[in-house]
């Protein structure tokens, strides 16, 4: 079975341009979450969507992050513009139901900002 | 609010050892659930195993076994005879059926492995 699929596996952009990670979550599952990963903070939960609707975007960092679910196969994450402070690991997960269920991470996207 | 402690920032141990990662957690929640993951050097997060809170048997597979205590709010992750490969960034993790974050991480126990 196939699990999460997330693009780029490695992105290498220059501060001010647009960034765009995408995700496929595990098929059946209804929930989709979105994390960074950095050194200095840990696993941070940016935001996360419930049948392809945003539940909570309180961890989005600032207005230059946005995230949408279009469907229930696919969701991105924007970065507009990027800053070098922006260069993490991004995780997409995705899990059966939104609490009682485990959640099921992507490899991620390593993202530098130059 | 719920919180995940993971007080060992590093262990290194030689290969065959036995080691046990610690996780202390706090909920106001009667109904929880507590996770393991790992992430090895390639990075990806590996999910290793869920508790609920009802259910406070611990489990043994293979090497690996967890100790979920609810009197110390512990849910401790051992490994029998380390092996090299086990070498990784160990994640205890929490999620409460009434809370609004759906996963609450700790931040990690590095595990080194020496042959």
């Known amino acids: 079975d196939a699990g999460v699929i997330q693009s780029p596996r490695h992105e290498v952009t220059e501060m001010g341009q647009e960034v765009t990670l995408r995700c496929k979550p595990i098929?059946?599952?209804?929930?989709l979450f979105w994390y960074r990963q950095t050194m200095m903070r840990g696993l941070e939960l940016l935001i996360y969507?419930?049948?392809?609707?945003?539940?909570?975007d309180s961890g989005m960092p600032e207005d230059r992050f946005s995230a949408k679910m279009p469907n229930a196969s696919f969701s991105t994450l924007k970065i507009q513009p990027s800053e070098p402070r922006d260069s993490a690991v991004y995780f997409c997960a995705s899990s059966f139901d939104l609490e009682e269920d485990t959640q099921y991470f992507g490899p991620g996207t390593r993202l530098t900002v130059l | 609010a719920q919180k995940v402690t993971q007080a060992q920032t590093e262990i290194s141990v030689v290969e065959k050892e036995d080691v046990t990662l610690d996780c202390v957690y706090e909920?106001?929640?009667?109904?929880?659930?507590l996770f393991w993951y790992k992430q090895p050097p390639s990075g990806e997060l590996v999910f290793l195993i869920r508790r609920n809170s009802f259910d406070e048997q611990n489990e043994i597979s293979g090497r690996y076994s967890w100790n979920f205590q609810k009197s110390t709010s512990s849910f401790n992750f051992t490994i029998t005879a380390s092996q090299v490969v086990d070498s990784a960034v160990y994640f205890c993790?929490?999620?409460?059926?009434?809370?609004?974050?759906?996963?609450?991480f700790g931040k990690g126990t590095r595990l080194s492995v020496i042959a």
């Open positions: 098929s059946g599952h209804n929930s």
């Open positions: 909920t106001r929640d009667t109904t929880y659930y």
């Open positions: 969507f419930n049948n392809n609707v945003p539940i909570d």
């Open positions: 993790a929490l999620s409460e059926v009434s809370g609004n974050t759906p996963l609450v």
